[in-house]
């Protein structure tokens, strides 16, 4: 398949500009989180991922996601075995084994790499289909390979991270198209086993859902981020506090606020206007994401397109969602704005997937 206009010009620079926003704001904020602690240095090193993160987009955009797609499948392979192995040799931290590590100190989490592929297996799966509707055998088939990597992340544990796959398979079921029923039945099941799956939580996961119902249970424990979170959000009124001047973020009130609770930190100090425009510019890369897949050639490229892009709104929403207290506590970052080199990565390799889709919109 032969593309034409695929060079530099056709590239989606507003999506690259608006990524800079983003990503200049989550250093700026980094810088401020971390100033004066044990984490000082992390700004400049999340230039560093966000430089090379620039560098595997590019790369990515260059290869023709028709090759990638019909590589889902080993590549699914390589995933789960990937996965199997953190389990087994894994690096711990923070009570979870989610890290390979690497040489020269870079430790991996491969967990948010098969996001990537994952985005990939949906798209082969559904293009492979034969006919105009899904049925629920189909379904359970793609159901079925999705909940195996979700399985070995719970298992690590990083429920948060484990839940994200799941907008990848609802949005490709959704354009696919699944008879009402079905829709219906798999909402019964849900339903169902919800409850049986909450008394197969960890301790603290259920800890953090009762937490989340009535965080004031326990302030000086569960319930303490989210405390602090709220009072972050809250005390930034309008205009907010300042760099490196918000008290909940620089009296260290506030936990890891260069991670899961940036947006927390940021609200604190840029307050409700720097909340609305980093919501603004998060729309519009969502809006830039749906654009090319709208625009793509065939539908191999629109799965894949609005996989990333169900998967970055998730990510946002429930991140947003989770430090003003309309969400439970998860591990879930916010795309390019929380430190931390492997989503970072894999953030921008999705991106570059994007611009690979946007590169061959026109086909001879």
Request: charged letters at 15%.
């Amino acid at each position: 398949m032969a593309a034409r206009n695929s060079g530099v010009r056709d590239f989606d620079w507003a999506m690259v500009i608006v990524t800079i926003v983003i990503c200049s704001l989550g250093v700026l904020q980094i810088f401020s989180a971390t100033h004066d602690t044990i984490w000082q240095g992390s700004w400049w090193k999340q230039i560093l991922y966000i430089s090379s993160g620039f560098v595997l987009m590019w790369a990515a955009s260059r290869v023709d996601y028709h090759s990638l797609i019909s590589r889902a499948y080993p590549a699914y392979l390589v995933s789960v075995v990937l996965l199997l192995a953190v389990l087994l040799v894994g690096k711990r931290a923070f009570g979870s084994t989610r890290w390979i590590a690497l040489p020269a100190g870079i430790h991996l989490q491969v967990s948010e790499f098969a996001k990537f592929v994952v985005v990939l297996l949906v798209a082969r799966f559904l293009i492979d289909r034969r006919a105009d509707v899904l049925e629920m055998r189909d379904f359970l088939k793609l159901a079925g390979l999705i909940v195996v990597p979700m399985a070995l992340i719970a298992k690590e544990p990083d429920l948060g991270t484990a839940l994200t796959y799941i907008p990848i398979l609802a949005i490709g079921v959704l354009l696919a198209g699944m008879r009402w029923k079905y829709w219906v039945a798999v909402g019964i099941v849900a339903l169902v086993v919800l409850p049986l799956a909450y008394t197969r939580l960890q301790p603290y996961q259920r800890a953090r859902i009762a937490s989340f119902l009535d965080p004031e249970r326990d302030p000086q424990g569960t319930g303490y981020q989210l405390i602090q979170s709220q009072i972050a959000v809250g005390s930034g009124g309008t205009w907010g506090k300042g760099i490196t001047k918000g008290s909940q973020t620089q009296l260290r009130f506030l936990p890891v606020p260069h991670t899961d609770f940036i947006f927390s930190s940021f609200a604190e100090e840029h307050g409700f206007i720097g909340v609305v425009a980093v919501l603004a510019f998060y729309f519009i890369l969502l809006m830039q994401v749906v654009q090319n897949g709208q625009t793509s050639a065939d539908r191999a490229g629109m799965y894949i397109c609005m996989g990333v892009a169900a998967l970055l709104l998730f990510h946002i929403l429930v991140n947003v969602g989770m430090v003003i207290g309309r969400m439970p506590v998860t591990g879930i970052p916010l795309p390019l704005m929380s430190y931390g080199g492997s989503s970072v990565w894999s953030t921008f390799l999705m991106l570059g997937l994007v611009n690979s889709v946007r590169l061959r919109r026109f086909v001879n």
